[in-house]
């Protein structure tokens, strides 16, 4: 049996470890049906590289988990500890703990760094205080007066990441978060990830250059075709060059 075939089935996690549930999960933006079907589990603390070629539905994974607003869920179900995150609305994941932080940042123009964590902070639960936050990006302390569109892609996306954080998180979705950046900016932002690993909070992350994030993820699952093709640890399909060219054309 070829390497890729036996790739082919996702390897469940441990009974009792699971914090983060995919079950079945469709969903659909209009009639084109994107996520078909979807499993996975994810344990608490666990950062996990969600991974596949373009239009496999990746984003599109994060966004129903986040339940946003499109893709439509229609099937299956999303669960967040003992929460039934398949059952809520937008807000209501963002209260339970779910930060999406999207591709396009969505930071705030006309307002500064500062202005821009304080009002992640407006509404209930609030997580990290800003001091905090500026512990972890030292750049966006220095630039608290700044207007945050002015800044470079590298900083504002160090500021999505701080928005998030400045509600009560337990689960960050970050939507290729390397995206455009130098280098030494995604290398920060590993840091950070680390960090933020080191407070228990689970993250999974999208991401087009995959060994960048399989580099700081415990393991990964691979989509094809809004189908899970694969689940195992990131060292696994680090080491697998039969599943990256089959799956990641790395």
């Known amino acids: 049996m070829s390497a890729v075939m036996e790739a082919e089935r996702p390897a469940a996690a441990p009974a009792g470890e699971a914090f983060v549930r995919l079950k079945d999960v469709e969903s659909y933006y209009g009639e084109s049906y994107i996520v ?16 596949g070629r373009n239009g496999a539905g990746k984003t599109s994974t994060l966004k129903t988990i986040a339940r946003a607003h499109e893709p439509h869920l229609t099937a ?27 591709e396009d ?12 964590l304080i009002l992640a902070q407006t509404a209930e639960p609030v997580g990290w205080p800003v001091d905090r936050i500026y512990q972890l990006f030292p750049r966006l302390g220095e630039r608290r007066r700044q207007e945050a569109t002015t800044m470079s892609g590298g900083e504002q996306q160090m500021l999505a990441v701080g928005r998030a954080l ?6 960050l979705l970050l939507d290729e978060p390397y995206e455009g950046l130098a280098p030494t900016i ?10 933020i690993k080191g407070l228990g909070i689970t993250t999974i992350i999208v991401e087009q250059n995959a060994v960048a994030a399989l580099r700081i993820a415990d393991s990964a699952v691979i989509l094809d075709m809004g189908s899970v093709a694969y689940r195992g640890t990131a060292k696994e399909v680090l080491d697998n060059e039969e599943l990256r060219n089959e799956y990641l054309a790395i």
Do not use: S
């Not at 078909?36 to 991974?51: M, P, R």
């Not at 400045?166 to 689960?171: G, N, Q, S, T, W």
């Open 105 to 116: 940042r969505r930071i705030i123009g006309g307002l500064t760094v500062e202005e821009n």
């Open 166 to 171: 400045a509600r009560d998180i337990k689960l």
């Open 76 to 102: 299956g179900e999303i669960w967040l500890g003992d929460q039934a995150v398949h059952k809520m609305r937008d807000w209501q994941a963002a209260r339970a703990g779910i930060q999406l932080v999207p």
């Open 186 to 195: 995604v290398e920060e932002i590993e840091k950070a990830m680390f960090e």
């Open 36 to 51: 078909q079907g979807v499993t996975f589990d994810v344990k608490e603390g666990e950062i996990v590289a969600l991974l």
